[in-house]
């Protein structure tokens, strides 16, 4: 019997792990497909950046009234709703005939993603008893986050070779269909709470103002700066913030507990969570970019590059979850993100020397790093929230989760363009445009091979920049989180330590 029960909680997190594989996998299969769908759509510069934008935007402000409705209504039924409206959507998506209705199919995709994603991780708390069994669970689902951001860019390239662009979004509807099957087999039917209240008002507030923080961010970076959204931005997050703490601290069920953030575990675990996934976004975008633009890569070529991050997350990320039981959080996450900085620093000492077999290395010793403190990162937050609670955890978890990524595009994207904009040195006679950003010294040149040249030492010395800003990142997330775990360093001691408090 007992044998049973274990196949069936392994065969939920293979459900729940394809509900989050397409999560993650959407949000940067787009990267290697916009050129080509913007171009079929006839969609401006403008509406092509909403077409990626309003899948993350519109999921972050989701994600945390999501999670603890979940708490309410059962986290198995949400992720059956959102796994349907994911499916809905994806067929939406696939056949758009505008660029408008693609940004609209984009946004329902962000409303099944986050309805489902918090379920993801509270149904793997609420089916896993054993602490063991399930840090390793854990670290399961925490490595196939870090898999699917990094296979997006592969799977859109290898789709494109073959099928039109409406395939990246069709490819998830069999998922679905096969997620949904297995669903109504082995996940928990009684995992609600009809007693938790879930406050409308409260997920309205939250949902502005998180909406508002990550228009505020992308805009701020973005140049030229649109200072009325920016503005309207602003005060859309300070005001929704204000009043959702407001109106935490008077409800007896407050939709977010503040009081959990003094649990130095889960605390370190979401500052974790956050430094990692800004590496990884920031690492994916600037080398995909550097390495098609100035080494010539092909879309799958550079997304197979980046690859190698997921490809050394994958034995620490399990390593971790199976051994956190004897090493603590401690060691696992503030190593873990040290680990990650020197990986850094081996990759901006491999480009500055051009020793390609050195970066690759690079990536493999960054990903070892981030794929143990983030899997890491995962237990320490869901194992330190009461299984009544896995929800609100979950949705906290994802939010971080969730600006890290956002954060690092807008930040280092427009870093990138920055520094390249400061240090070109363009041959006499060159168009300004040449000076804006590299594809458009490229789309200039008109064949110009000094300015060319020009144009890439200026991006290489933008990206060296950009990577050493990612290892001091890490550095400081390393520094924060050893602070924070001091209690939690000593095994099974110190794990002892994380449950009572």
Do not use: C
């Given at each position: 019997?007992?044998?049973?029960?274990?196949?069936?909680?392994?065969?939920?997190?293979?459900?729940?792990?394809?509900?989050?594989?397409?999560?993650?996998?959407?949000?940067?299969?787009?990267?290697?497909?916009?050129?080509?769908?913007?171009?079929?759509?006839?969609?401006?510069?403008?509406?092509?950046?909403?077409?990626?934008?309003?899948?993350?935007?519109?999921?972050?402000?989701?994600?945390?009234?999501?999670?603890?409705?979940?708490?309410?209504?059962?986290?198995?039924?949400?992720?059956?709703?959102?796994?349907?409206?994911?499916?809905?959507?994806?067929?939406?998506?696939?056949?758009?005939?505008?660029?408008?209705?693609?940004?609209?199919?984009?946004?329902?995709?962000?409303?099944?993603?986050?309805?489902?994603?918090?379920?993801?991780?509270?149904?793997?708390?609420?089916?896993?008893?054993?602490?063991?069994?399930?840090?390793?669970?854990?670290?399961?689902?925490?490595?196939?986050?870090?898999?699917?951001?990094?296979?997006?860019?592969?799977?859109?390239?290898?789709?494109?070779?073959?099928?039109?662009?409406?395939?990246v979004f069709l490819?998830?509807?069999?998922?679905?269909?096969?997620?949904?099957?297995?669903?109504?087999?082995?996940?928990?039917?009684?995992?609600?709470?009809?007693?938790?209240?879930?406050?409308?008002?409260?997920?309205?507030?939250?949902?502005?103002?998180?909406?508002?923080?990550?228009?505020?961010?992308?805009?701020?970076?973005?140049?030229?700066?649109?200072?009325?959204?920016?503005?309207?931005?602003?005060?859309?997050?300070?005001?929704?913030?204000?009043?959702?703490?407001?109106?935490?601290?008077?409800?007896?069920?407050?939709?977010?507990?503040?009081?959990?953030?003094?649990?130095?575990?889960?605390?370190?675990?979401?500052?974790?969570?956050?430094?990692?996934?800004?590496?990884?976004?920031?690492?994916?975008?600037?080398?995909?970019?550097?390495?098609?633009?100035?080494?010539?890569?092909?879309?799958?070529?550079?997304?197979?590059?980046?690859?190698?991050?997921?490809?050394?997350?994958?034995?620490?990320?399990?390593?971790?979850?199976?051994?956190?039981?004897?090493?603590?959080?401690?060691?696992?996450?503030?190593?873990?993100?040290?680990?990650?900085?020197?990986?850094v620093a081996t990759?901006?000492?491999?480009?500055?020397?051009?020793?390609?077999?050195?970066?690759?290395?690079?990536?493999?010793?960054?990903?070892?790093?981030?794929?143990?403190?983030?899997?890491?990162?995962?237990?320490?937050?869901?194992?330190?929230?009461?299984?009544?609670?896995?929800?609100?955890?979950?949705?906290?978890?994802?939010?971080?989760?969730?600006?890290?990524?956002?954060?690092?595009?807008?930040?280092?994207?427009?870093?990138?363009?920055?520094?390249?904009?400061?240090?070109?040195?363009?041959?006499?006679?060159?168009?300004?445009?040449?000076?804006?950003?590299?594809?458009?010294?490229?789309?200039?040149?008109?064949?110009?091979?000094?300015?060319?040249?020009?144009?890439?030492?200026?991006?290489?010395?933008?990206?060296?920049?950009?990577?050493?800003?990612?290892?001091?990142?890490?550095?400081?997330?390393?520094?924060?989180?050893?602070?924070?775990?001091?209690?939690?360093g000593r095994g099974?001691?110190?794990?002892?330590?994380?449950?009572?408090?």
């Amino acid at each position: 019997m007992e044998n049973g029960t274990s196949k069936r909680r392994w065969a939920l997190l293979a459900t729940v792990g394809a509900g989050l594989l397409l999560i993650t996998l959407d949000n940067s299969i787009l990267y290697t497909a916009l050129p080509t769908l913007t171009a079929e759509l006839g969609a401006s510069g403008s509406t092509a950046l909403w077409i990626i934008n309003a899948y993350p935007v519109m999921m972050a402000g989701l994600l945390l009234g999501a999670g603890t409705l979940g708490d309410r209504v059962g986290h198995r039924r949400m992720f059956v709703v959102g796994l349907s409206v994911f499916g809905i959507a994806s067929l939406a998506a696939a056949f758009a005939p505008s660029p408008e209705l693609l940004i609209a199919a984009r946004a329902l995709l962000a409303v099944g993603a986050a309805s489902m994603m918090p379920a993801t991780l509270a149904l793997i708390r609420l089916s896993f008893d054993d602490e063991r069994e399930r840090n390793l669970a854990i670290a399961i689902w925490g490595s196939l986050s870090v898999v699917g951001a990094a296979l997006g860019p592969i799977l859109g390239g290898t789709l494109l070779q073959h099928f039109w662009w409406g395939s990246v979004f069709l490819i998830n509807v069999p998922v679905v269909i096969a997620a949904l099957i297995a669903t109504a087999i082995v996940a928990p039917h009684d995992d609600a709470d009809p007693s938790k209240r879930w406050d409308l008002v409260s997920s309205l507030q939250a949902m502005v103002g998180l909406v508002g923080a990550v228009l505020f961010i992308k805009e701020l970076a973005h140049v030229p700066q649109n200072w009325v959204t920016i503005a309207v931005a602003a005060v859309a997050a300070a005001v929704g913030f204000s009043l959702f703490v407001r109106r935490q601290r008077k409800l007896d069920e407050p939709m977010l507990e503040f009081s959990i953030f003094r649990n130095k575990a889960f605390s370190g675990g979401v500052i974790a969570a956050a430094f990692a996934m800004f590496t990884i976004a920031g690492a994916q975008l600037v080398t995909t970019q550097r390495f098609q633009l100035v080494e010539g890569f092909s879309p799958l070529e550079a997304g197979l590059l980046v690859a190698t991050i997921a490809l050394g997350s994958l034995p620490s990320a399990l390593i971790g979850g199976a051994f956190l039981h004897l090493l603590g959080l401690r060691l696992l996450i503030s190593g873990g993100l040290g680990v990650g900085a020197l990986g850094v620093a081996t990759t901006v000492a491999a480009v500055a020397t051009g020793a390609f077999p050195l970066l690759v290395i690079g990536f493999v010793v960054t990903g070892l790093g981030l794929g143990g403190a983030f899997s890491v990162a995962s237990a320490a937050i869901m194992g330190n929230a009461h299984p009544r609670k896995a929800g609100m955890a979950a949705s906290v978890e994802e939010v971080s989760y969730e600006f890290g990524s956002l954060s690092a595009v807008a930040l280092l994207g427009s870093l990138l363009t920055f520094v390249y904009s400061a240090t070109v040195k363009l041959p006499p006679g060159s168009p300004d445009a040449a000076r804006e950003s590299l594809s458009d010294a490229l789309a200039h040149a008109g064949g110009d091979k000094e300015l060319i040249a020009a144009a890439n030492a200026a991006f290489d010395t933008s990206y060296l920049v950009t990577m050493v800003v990612l290892g001091v990142m890490l550095v400081l997330g390393a520094l924060v989180t050893n602070r924070l775990l001091r209690a939690y360093g000593r095994g099974t001691e110190a794990m002892e330590h994380a449950e009572n408090h």
